[in-house]
């Protein structure tokens, strides 16, 4: 007998993507046959991962019904932080239903982020029930996504090669993607945000540290040990401040939220910006939100700081859109809150330096989800997982 | 009735990768049962793809009968380059069975260029008689590939958007790939060189200008507008030498074979090379292979030259090793004959600027195929083709 043509994990990817479908639509979309369509979606439905929503608009003849993700999916998504956790509960199209953050130090180690995550996962389904059938998860550090587990995760003692996957599957009882958490907002942001269905591009994340997700024809790239994207120790030039790796001159120790911080403080304590010295007067420390805000209030050597580090990150993009020639460049993370003029010198040096055909169409954009990208695309990771079965 | 079950381009595929198979072992491989295997390895001899080729040895039981790709099968191979064209002849295995070259200006435009293509072609043909069934071809500048059209080469005046692929297709009446000349060496060299079934490498080459091949599991990488690879134009440091672009302080400026030559002419008058000086004065020009010989001989400024364009080029490979994680680095074109000295000083700087989990397990070696990886990666390119109908 011939294998059903349907091809199921594309189905459920239509359902998430665009919504309830009619059954008429679905079959013209998978180029099935009615029957065979109807078969595999009673066998969905029996697995409970859709259901019937209601007749479908008519386009004359025969009144289509609507299919939809059943209602009560839930995925877990958790976005782990240098310094804080997110744990949110999405539906199966990975619309964040409820969200809870809390501080929290990576360099606690696995047992005590873990435990702390299981315990939001708990207070969070609360907020939103339903069937939990998968959990996607990011580490702000390279992951082999085929174990689960981080792999020599820089800035993350102890957490080498611990089963994070296998840990939370038991505790949870479903199946769980481990990924790094920049790949992660590379997916979300690609599934629900500025760079929605595009199969190509580079999500570049500065935050405490800097990285770079990269999707290519539509999937992540992870490199041979899921290393790729690790953009923040590439090296700008011989001398520069010393990095957290131990080299010097790394993109990161020149810009990123650690560096901006570090260079507020010295900017405020040279007597140079009046806005930064009354700030850590005030505070007693100062982040790269309070030179974005001193940028934003005229403060000229805090714009000078943004204008430096956007050149600097401008010249690594230029170089990445040379060697790649992606479709859209989302820069997000923290420190993307500087906003526009961040992004005006980066445009400016990758326009000035890269070659105009691969240029030429390229949007350089910042991030429509900031903060939820993380978790957005842990939870897209988490359906793919379930849909792929 | 079900379709049949057969992946016809893996099963040519197969056989050209490993050469000759018997039956049984291609219906393991491809998992098919006898009679589906049969029915289209008879299809496949109708069209003169596949043919049988004796008794294999025997594994007890039935004897099982060889299946090969027809041996009459050739493919034309063409690589262009800035200052010569080679056409070569090869088998289905892309095996190359016979070759010319030419000098040959690119400049001179596509109708001069191609027609001399053609006359090639048709001498190498009588060199190694068969059935032509495709044809592939390296062009030294950005491709749409999609389109078989050159996209606005740098170098190649006249060219853009030229209908290289339609053109030879007419000529000679077999579907013809027309791809960037780096991605052409980069398939070559994984299809029969140094990285032999290897899903994840880049292929750099420095020949008159720079370029990087990308292979990602296993397909190359051409970007949105076909401009992938273009490492050559990468900025190193802002005052630098000028470039064939117009910018200044880029990678081939820097070092490339165009480099070399005119900094082997400064170290020659400049009365710090004696060997250099000799060449000079002797051929009235210098060479990166001029620079090779007198940096062996142990001329220390000639060596100097090698030493300085290595950690250069080892800049920009450890940037790239930080954002992909390939699997192996090769390093051909012209300039790999520089030899284990360049090798050498791009190994150091990679393996002291990236991460140690991107650089732990990978491979910086000189490409193995040498002038030949160019055509045997467009007979490759050629011979997809034909197997995908």
Known sequence: MAPTPVNRSRLLALLRDEGPLSRVALGERLGVPRAALSAELGRLGEVGLVEEGGPAASRGGRRSVLVRLAAELRVLAVAVGA?????????????VLARVTEESDVRDGPVVVLERVVRLAARVRELAPGRVVAAGVGLPGPVSFRDGVPVAPPIMPGWDR???????????GCPVAVDNDVNAMALGERHAGVARSLEDLLFVKVGTGV????????RVYRGVAGAAGDIGHIRLEEDGP??????????????????LARDAVGLARSGRSPLLAAGLAERGGLTARDVGVAASAGDYAAAGLVRDGGRRL??????????????MV?????????????????RGVVHRRSLPLATGNLPIVLSELGDEAGVVGAAWTATERVFAV
């Open 83 to 95: 310094t804080s956790v997110t744990v949110a509960v999405a539906d199966g199209r990975c619309e």
């Open 162 to 172: 611990y089963p994070v996957r296998d840990e939370l599957a038991a505790r949870w």
């Open 211 to 218: 990285g770079c997700g990269i999707v290519l024809g539509g």
């Open 242 to 259: 010393v990095c957290a790796c131990g080299g010097t001159g790394c993109l990161e120790a020149w810009f990123s939220g650690a560096a």
């Open 314 to 327: 401008g010249q690594v993009v230029a170089s990445l859109v040379s060697f790649l020639n992606p479709g």
């Open 330 to 346: 989302v820069i997000g993370g923290g420190v993307s809150g500087l906003g526009h003029s961040l992004l005006a010198e980066v």
